[in-house]
Nanobody, 118 residues
Framework: QVQLVESGGGLVQAGGSLRLSCAVS????????MGWFRQAPGKGREFVAR????????YYADSVKGRFTISRDHARNTVYLQMNSLEPEDTAVYYC???????????WGQGTQVTVSS
């Protein structure tokens, strides 16, 4: 059974940092591209960052380049999103995504709220 569980969200002041975690189970990591998306109230879900398990290349939205880092820990079956220099505009529900490179199917976590105060 495929399961993605996010954690690590919360309230932080502008300029602060948070690390989101996505615990992954039930899938073969090499077949998936992992990513983070976010959705603010009244807006659509937008891409934030992604990482391939093999070779592990990364890509970021322009709005978070230089501030966010996506990474993975195979031993813990976990994908992370390190968020530094947070801004109020980063406030959103953040979702973990697993995209199957062969079937083009997607799995989503339940989301975790990130709120950045000014």
């Amino acid at each position: 059974q495929v399961q993605l569980v996010e954690s690590g969200g919360g309230l932080v002041q502008a300029g602060g940092s948070l690390r989101l975690s996505c615990a992954v189970s039930g899938l073969t990591f090499s077949n998936f591209r992992m990513g983070w998306f976010r959705q603010a109230p009244g807006k659509g879900r937008e891409f934030v960052a992604r990482i391939n398990w093999n070779p592990g290349s990364t890509y970021y939205a322009d709005s978070v380049k230089g501030r966010f880092t996506i990474s993975r820990d195979h031993a813990r079956n976990t994908v992370y999103l390190q968020m530094n220099s947070l801004e109020p505009e980063d406030t959103a529900v953040y979702y973990c995504n697993a995209h199957n490179l062969f079937s083009n199917s997607d799995y989503w976590g339940q989301g975790t709220q990130v709120t950045v105060s000014s």
